[in-house]
């Protein structure tokens, strides 16, 4: 095993482990991106990946849902598991990522009218009937707080909201899907200081119901809304701890030197 | 000292003298467009008689119906072929020797003289299967032309779209097939039906690929709708004679026809509006897609 | 121990589709060579003519019978007025092709977008047959009245202006892209040493976009080489070498386009009017070829 902290997992034994990572090496070509990371993702927690840029983190996040399936040349072993089922090996990626949704780091609604975009998903996955796709498209929309100011312009173009908004729809459109497990990559770097702590609220109401993992580079969002936070460094997973012991008390001389400010 | 005072001036005055010859160049460009197009329409209009308008030998709409129908058929062939081609560029073709031989295929296809494929069209559609000219070779032979356009188009319109769009898509679960028939094809449908406009304007105005595969004459009976008659306007397998076959044929042809001088220079002004009129709509179409970078209208 | 990617499953039936459509364009244009060339190699295997005396003899007579052969076949009249209304028509066009290419992108790029633009496009909208019809009925009339020629008007320079009309847009189009790929560093470099506009233009512009502007050339010179039925209508169709610019003469479209239908299929007067429409393919083929070329040469200047 690697020498990583990882005192979370002896510390909270009795919880739900929802994706768990074990000796996950993944290459671009002959460049080795991450290191054996191994970490055990908590059910309905928020987890924060953190680390200076480069470090791994949205690779590492993408490998979650299989996003880097669409990349050339990536190869990746070890092992990752969403309840206990292997997603490389024993899971279709497509069946992975209805189970396991992801927000980007720009909103990125499709050109097409609100209701579209949060109707897209239950669409192509085969739900046809107009009532039921209302009901769905008005529920994602409440989940992500964004009825009360969307409903009236529903067949409107998505495009022609403000970036919060549209962020918050794609959250929305995630959500159509009924995922289990919600992937965000630094959702609110594009982000005005209004929409962002919204986004953050919002991640707090959504993990009652999922489980999630959000990339920040931002340490006080992270400090803000996670549970537990992961430091990563060099594409190596150097610290995993509950959030606040993380910042409080960091093991690693590194990641102290990174939440203090000395590099990144 | 002076000497290069004297230089600087040389210089100025040049400059002021190559200035006014481009805004001459300039001028006399628009100049001439703008005189091409007064006289075209004026020499049309003038040349009008009562009778032009009519599908009797003195008149061009049978020919004006030839040319639409024979590129409306000609759409239905390029349009699904070309954008399925400007589909796979897009998404599918890997950066191999296929795909440049693909390229290759296509810039020479775009390049060859449009008699050349006439002649192909004449070799293959009727020479070797024994048919006479008819407007389904016509037809096939326009849409060999403007093929290459309409793949293009397709692909720069696909390759245009911000990448976020497939990898939302993808991310909601779908497959590429899925994303490309749900999201991206609808995406880039205006750039790629401002390519179409574009290429059915031309098909209008072509000619030398149509001399020996539509055939140069018409015969149409209005009142006969069965299919398989030689004077059904709705029958593809007739000869179909288009309207700038007739300019063509009017002027060169020594026609017997007293008014064929008359009938050239209207059909021509009808020809130029239609192809224009098409390729304002055109214009108009891809303003929009510009200025609306915010989303689309419903 | 490395774990390969396991690839995400696609819809079958759609990707097969658009690679057979992309494999059937490949088919087509093999095809439209394939059979270009077997047609057009007919006069010299089927009738054993050589290829020098259907380059460069200028006795044509060939026998129009589907078995019989016996005639001559040399094209060399067609090809020369092919060659020289195409180069004269370039001539013509290039002053005005470069210096409204120059105008619109250097001098008034405001004028460039808003007017010149949209009256390329007239141009590139006005079909053949109806520069031909201009041709016929402005152009031939007025080189017969003004310089008295003697065949009516009809002409070499007839031709060769109609041609320059046509691949005027080309040129220009190109040439406009090339410039205005350009970057402003060099324009402002050039001003800052006290540069007049002219000077900008003429020793930074315009050698930085050379290789774009012969791009241009070429294309223009490659349509203007395979335009048949305006240059047909203007050109007098005699089979004569033109004496001077003001007679009419003869090319290799206008013989195709108004010869074709009345030779046997398979006689050698026929095949010969193949044989010319393969070397319009192999003068397009080679256009494509000299264009990546240059293409090619441009980027490893820009490299070393």
């Not at chain 2, 072929?81 to 073709?93: F, H, N, P, S």
């Not at chain 2, 403007?146 to 188009?153: E, H």
Request: proline share 3%; hydrophobic share 45%.
């Amino acid at each position: 095993m690697s020498d990583t902290i990882l005192d979370i997992n002896k510390d909270n034994k009795e919880e739900n482990v929802k994706l768990e990572v074990n000796n996950l090496n993944l290459f671009y070509g002959q460049f080795q991106a991450l290191h054996n990371i191994s970490m055990n993702i908590k059910a309905n927690k928020i987890t924060a990946l953190i680390g200076p840029s480069g470090c791994g983190k949205s690779t590492f996040l993408k490998t979650l849902n299989r996003m880097n399936d669409l990349e050339e040349n990536v190869s990746i072993n070890g092992e990752l598991k969403l309840d206990n089922t292997d997603i490389y090996k024993e899971m279709d990626a497509l069946e992975l990522r209805k189970r396991v949704g992801m927000v980007f780091q720009q909103p990125n609604p499709f050109p097409k009218t609100i209701y579209d975009n949060v109707a897209y998903g239950p669409r192509i996955n085969g739900i046809k009937k107009k009532a039921q796709l209302d009901e769905i498209v008005e529920r994602s929309l409440r989940q992500a707080a964004i009825w009360d100011e969307l409903k009236d312009r529903l067949h409107k173009s998505a495009l022609g909201l403000s970036g919060g908004q549209q962020q918050r729809l794609c959250i929305a459109r995630t959500l159509a899907v009924e995922p289990e497990v919600v992937l965000m990559d630094e959702p609110t770097s594009a982000l005005d200081p209004i929409s962002t702590s919204k986004i953050e609220e919002l991640a707090n109401e959504l993990k009652k119901k999922y489980t999630i993992v959000i990339v920040t580079h931002n340490m006080q969002q992270a400090l803000r809304v996670a549970d537990d936070t992961a430091f990563f460094l060099l594409g190596e997973l150097i610290e995993f701890r509950d959030t606040k012991k993380l910042f409080s008390y960091p093991m690693d001389k590194r990641t102290e030197d990174y939440i203090t400010g000395r590099f990144g | 000292m002076n000497d290069k005072r004297k230089g600087i001036q040389r210089a100025k005055r040049i400059n002021t003298a190559m200035t006014a010859i481009l805004y001459l160049i300039g001028g006399s460009i628009l100049l001439l467009i703008f005189v091409l197009a007064a006289y075209i329409i004026i020499k049309g209009l003038l040349s009008y008689y009562p009778g032009i308008l009519s599908t009797d030998r003195n008149g061009i709409l049978n020919q004006l119906f030839n040319t639409i129908y024979l590129v409306f058929l000609s759409l239905l062939i390029s349009v699904p072929l070309g954008v399925l081609a400007g589909i796979y560029m897009a998404e599918y073709a890997k950066e191999n020797k296929l795909t440049r031989f693909l390229r290759i295929c296509i810039e020479s296809l775009s390049s060859l003289p449009s008699i050349v494929i006439g002649l192909f069209g004449y070799l293959v559609l009727i020479l070797m299967t024994g048919a006479n000219w008819n407007l389904m070779a016509g037809a096939i032979t326009v849409s060999i032309l403007s093929l290459p356009a309409i793949t293009t188009t397709t692909e720069d319109a696909i390759r245009a779209l911000p990448k976020s769009y497939k990898q939302a898509s993808m991310a909601l679960s779908a497959t590429q097939w899925t994303s490309i028939v749900k999201v991206l094809l609808p995406a880039a449908s205006k750039r790629i039906i401002t390519g179409i406009i574009l290429a059915a304007g031309r098909g209008f105005g072509e000619a030398a690929a149509l001399l020996y595969t539509a055939g140069q004459s018409t015969r149409l009976n209005w009142s006969n709708w069965d299919l398989t008659a030689k004077t059904c306007p709705l029958n593809p397998f007739r000869p179909g004679e288009t309207l700038s076959l007739h300019i063509w044929l009017m002027r060169t042809e020594g026609s017997l026809n007293p008014h064929s001088e008359q009938i050239a220079n209207f059909s021509a002004m009808v020809l130029v509006i239609m192809v224009l009129l098409f390729s304002l709509t055109a214009r108009i179409l891809s303003n929009k897609i510009n200025s609306k970078k915010t989303g689309l209208k419903e | 121990m490395r774990q390969s990617k396991s690839v995400v499953k696609d819809n079958k039936l759609g990707p097969l589709i658009v690679r057979i459509a992309g494999l059937l364009i490949i088919a087509l244009t093999l095809s439209i060579g394939l059979f270009l060339v077997i047609r057009g190699m007919g006069t010299f295997v089927k009738f054993h003519h050589s290829i020098t005396e259907f380059l460069f003899s200028s006795n044509w007579a060939p026998t129009d019978s589907a078995t019989a052969s016996g005639g001559n076949v040399g094209a060399a009249i067609y090809i020369a007025g092919s060659l020289l209304t195409c180069g004269l028509a370039l001539l013509i066009v290039l002053p005005f092709s470069i210096g409204a290419a120059i105008f619109m992108t250097e001098i008034s790029a405001k004028a460039g977008k808003k007017i010149f633009q949209p009256a390329i496009e007239i141009f590139v909208g006005i079909p053949s047959v109806v520069y031909g019809w201009i041709g016929l009925t402005v152009l031939v009339p007025f080189i017969r009245d003004v310089f008295h020629a003697k065949m009516g008007g009809y002409s070499v320079l007839a031709a060769s202006i109609v041609l320059a009309v046509m691949i005027f847009p080309t040129i220009t189009t190109v040439s406009v892209d090339a410039i205005r790929s350009v970057p402003d560093s060099y324009r402002r470099a050039a001003y800052g040493l006290a540069s007049t506009r002219w000077q900008v233009i003429y020793k930074i512009v315009l050698p930085a976009s050379k290789s774009g502007i012969m791009t241009g050339i070429i294309l223009g010179l490659s349509r203007a080489f395979g335009e048949a039925l305006a240059v047909a209508m203007v050109i007098g169709k005699t089979r004569a070498f033109p004496k001077d610019l003001l007679s009419p003469t003869n090319n290799l479209t206008a013989a195709i386009a108004s010869d074709m239908g009345n030779t046997a299929s398979g006689g050698e007067h026929n095949l010969a009017l193949w044989s010319m429409a393969l070397l319009l393919l192999i003068i397009s083929v080679t256009c494509i070829f000299l264009i990546h070329l240059i293409g090619a040469r441009a980027k490893k200047n820009e490299r070393a």
